[in-house]
């Protein structure tokens, strides 16, 4: 599987977003504060660090895929 240019600039975007929300977590000093439906709670460094890869996952991948989904199809439709 070969990536596109668009791909390479996708990626670069998202994990410079991860990296930042990574480099938050890592300077931040004891617990991270959240707010979960309405309450102020503390999550540890890594929970943090696994929901925010979570999060990037579900959003960014699905995203990706379709719009490579579509890349792909108009690509097809052009050569033939």
């Known amino acids: 599987m ?3 240019t668009w791909e390479k ?3 670069g975007i998202i994990v410079f977003l991860f990296v930042i929300g990574v ?3 890592l300077f931040q000093k ?3 504060p959240v707010t979960v439906q309405g309450e102020q709670k503390l999550i540890s460094k890594r929970a943090f660090i696994g929901y925010s ?3 990037h996952l579900i959003i960014f991948v699905p ?3 379709l719009v490579r989904w579509i890349v792909n199809r108009n690509d ?5």
């Open 63 to 65: 995203i990706w895929a």
């Open 23 to 25: 480099g938050f977590a």
């Open 53 to 55: 890869l979570l999060a």
């Open 76 to 80: 097809k439709e052009k050569s033939d």
């Open 2 to 4: 070969k990536f596109k």
């Open 9 to 11: 600039i996708y990626w």
């Open 30 to 32: 004891g617990d991270i």
